[in-house]
């Protein structure tokens, strides 16, 4: 099993520019079904979550190449509206598909996504905003069949929590619906805004997003269009927790400073000096991070959920103590075990962590999830001595060649086989 195998203590210096942002791609991917024709697809990251959106797309009769960081998606000819069970395994957000195989074929076929290691991953609101626009969803054995006979009609949909994916299913789905959909309590991510415009260049009138109210105007016929995906803010804050763990001077460019504003605040409010300006970020670091107020994870402009761990693990091998309160998931704290291995000293108690700053040294750890995997690099980055960092199919879901971008910033990192 492969692994990475850091020697911490090395400062982080230079430039980077953040890779297109996953949970962008992902439901853009899924909006190119809904019209025939190429779409253009700019700034798609190469992981392994992305690979498997593509395999979905072309089994289901799209021809989807990529070239270089475009990926071009052809849904002329789609032939399928079944999504196999390995594939919903691989790849639990694949139900973003629903919302847009309903638009577009009045038909889809999946299994439940089901829990993973972030805990159970229901999609209730995603089958009731659907529901609510017309579509019957018939389950067997863990097997969805949605169809639309009658066709999709638009309305007014609140959704109870503002969750990232139904938000997005349902606009999937209203651009096809009959007539004008508002939903209501929407999910606020910079993602859905990246959604809206390449709705909005595939001829769609989708207004709102960003703001808890999205309106969309369906029944209009949409056509295939060209898009570049935004930075990714979560990756963007990976590597800024890098330099707080390991010292060090970065820039970042690709990425918008507004989309990680929460992030940012925690690092300058633990002592890192940021400058920010319309072309990305810069962050200076020297010595330990210091403990800070409680951090409360919570919907989009607060404090994202997947930077929780990798902002624990700066910290942890910092000075002082600070409170983590994890709000949007019920079990995202798998990756303390792990750090706990490093020397870190996390209490928990349900939703809460206590980090108290240590200094952290090398081991032998495994990453738990996409996050908690970086997590443990970022930590190992600033740990004295050696570590060993395994389960890298985790981490390769969501970073597009972590290891040579951070030794080219002058880590030691490299692979072993
Ligand atoms: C998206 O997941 C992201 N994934 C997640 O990023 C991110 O952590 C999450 O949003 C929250 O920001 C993608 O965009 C591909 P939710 P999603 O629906 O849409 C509950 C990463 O690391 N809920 O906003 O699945 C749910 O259990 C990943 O890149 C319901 O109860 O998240 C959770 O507690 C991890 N019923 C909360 O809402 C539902 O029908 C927020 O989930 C749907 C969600």
Not at 25 to 53: E, H, K, W, Y
Not at 237 to 262: E, H, S
Not at 342 to 362: C, E, K, P, Y
Not at 372 to 398: F, Q
């Amino acid at each position: 099993m492969s692994f990475y195998e850091i020697c911490g203590g090395q400062p982080l210096r230079g430039e980077l520019r953040v890779q297109g942002a996953k949970n962008s791609a992902l439901p853009i991917l899924a909006a190119a079904l809904l019209a025939p024709g190429q779409s253009v697809i700019r700034n798609c990251p190469d992981l392994s979550d992305v690979t498997a959106a593509l395999e979905i797309l072309r089994l289901l009769g799209c021809s989807a190449v990529r070239e270089g960081d475009t990926v071009l998606i052809d849904a002329s000819q789609l032939t399928g509206c079944r999504i196999p069970d390995r594939l919903m395994r691989e790849m639990r957000s694949s139900v973003i598909f629903l919302g847009a195989l309903l638009g577009r074929l009045g038909r889809a076929e999946l299994s439940y996504p089901g829990g993973c290691e972030l805990g159970p991953r229901p999609i209730d609101l995603h089958l009731n905003a659907l529901c609510g626009l017309g579509a019957e969803i018939a389950e067997d054995q863990g097997r969805l069949t949605c169809t639309c006979g009658q066709g999709l009609v638009g309305r007014e949909l609140c959704l109870s929590i503002p969750s990232v994916g139904a938000t997005e299913n349902t606009m999937l789905a209203a651009c096809a619906a009959q007539g004008m959909t508002t939903i209501v309590g929407a999910a606020r991510e910079p993602e859905i805004v990246d959604l809206q415009k390449f709705l909005n260049s595939m001829g769609a009138r989708v207004s709102g997003a960003g703001s808890p109210v999205i309106s969309i105007q369906g029944g209009i016929p949409l056509h295939a269009a060209e898009h570049t995906v935004m930075g990714d803010r979560i990756v963007a804050a990976t590597y800024l927790c890098a330099v707080g763990a390991a010292g060090g001077q970065l820039r970042l460019t690709g990425v918008d400073p507004a989309d990680l504003a929460a992030v940012c605040s925690c690092l300058e409010e633990a002592g890192c000096r940021l400058c920010t300006d319309q072309e990305g970020i810069s962050i200076a670091a020297s010595g330990r991070m210091r403990g800070i107020r409680t951090v409360r994870t919570a919907p989009y402009p607060g404090f994202p959920t997947d930077a929780q761990a990798i902002l624990m693990a700066a910290l942890a091998g910092g000075t002082g103590t600070t409170m983590i309160v994890e709000n949007i998931f019920d079990s995202r704290y798998r990756h303390v075990d792990e750090l706990a291995r490093m020397g870190a000293d996390i209490q928990l108690a349900g939703r809460v962590a206590v980090v108290t700053g240590s200094r952290l040294h090398g081991a032998v750890v495994r990453s738990t999830d996409l996050r908690g995997g970086a997590a443990l690099v970022v930590a190992a980055l600033g740990a004295e001595g050696v570590s060993r960092v395994s389960g890298l199919s985790h981490i390769r879901r969501g970073y597009q060649g972590l290891d040579e971008s951070l030794a080219a910033l002058g880590a030691d990192i490299r692979t072993r086989l």
